[in-house]
T-cell receptor
Framework: AQSVSQHNHHVILSEAASLELGCNYS??????LFWYVQYPGQHLQLLLK????DPLVKGIKGFEAEFIKSKFSFNLRKPSVQWSDTAEYFC?????????????WGLGTSLAVNP | GAGVSQSPSNKVTEKGKDVELRCDPI?????LYWYRQSLGQGLEFLIY????????KSGLPSDRFSAERTGGSVSTLTIQRTQQEDSAVYLC???????????FGPGTRLTVL
């Protein structure tokens, strides 16, 4: 079955530190890739997405992610985190097969940024 | 414009009771999804509606779960004879078509005592 793995369950950083959250998926076909973020007390919102084209995608709030097809990876990066980046981060994929583009989710990474 | 809305925001019920959860998608969005977010289980797909097509129910965990979507808009997720393991946050998402970004509602937190 298709699955998404996030390597880090809990990450604690100080402000201005660099961030990289790992995400790998298992599926041999074409996928669309997403990172969603859930700030404390708020609902899920899209951080960035990859459908096609340039594998380095830029999202909101200075986040970026790189799709490496050969590694089945879509790692999220930010050069310098802020306290306001404290949130839960979810990697997800949809399979480009059929009409149902349900999101297949990783378990999430809880990021705490200390001021 | 208005985003996806869900009601109630919180629901506490006793084991064995039926519950109904409501989702109002973004106006004009034809695709609607229900997901469940459980502690330790992460987010999992439940059911998918696309326009007037038959829904994809492949993610429903048991026959106690059902959902409908009336008039291609509002959707209701019904859980019959609730069990404690049904406790979770139930999320609804809609998208313009099935191929687009999904927008999420705030969720309904269900607690089964």
């Amino acid at each position: 079955a298709q699955s998404v793995s996030q390597h880090n369950h809990h990450v604690i950083l100080s402000e201005a530190a660099s961030l990289e959250l790992g995400c790998n998926y298992s599926y041999g076909g074409t996928v669309n890739l997403f990172w969603y973020v859930q700030y404390p007390g708020q609902h899920l919102q899209l951080l960035l997405k990859y459908f096609s084209g340039d594998p380095l995608v830029k999202g909101i709030k200075g986040f970026e992610a790189e799709f490496i097809k050969s590694k089945f990876s879509f790692n999220l990066r930010k050069p310098s985190v802020q306290w306001s980046d404290t949130a839960e981060y979810f990697c997800a994929v949809t399979l480009n097969a059929g009409n149902n583009r349900k999101l297949i989710w990783g378990l999430g990474t809880s990021l705490a940024v200390n001021p | 414009g208005a985003g996806v809305s869900q009601s109630p925001s919180n629901k506490v019920t006793e084991k064995g009771k039926d519950v109904e959860l409501r989702c109002d998608p973004i106006s004009g969005h034809t695709a609607l999804y229900w997901y469940r977010q459980s502690l330790g289980q992460g987010l999992e797909f439940l059911i998918y509606f696309q326009g007037n097509s038959a829904p994809d129910k492949s993610g429903l965990p048991s026959d106690r779960f059902s959902a409908e979507r009336t008039g291609g808009s509002v959707s209701t997720l019904t859980i019959q004879r609730t069990q404690q393991e049904d406790s979770a946050v139930y999320l609804c998402a809609s998208s313009g078509t099935s191929y687009n970004e999904q927008f999420f509602g705030p969720g309904t937190r269900l607690t089964v005592l």
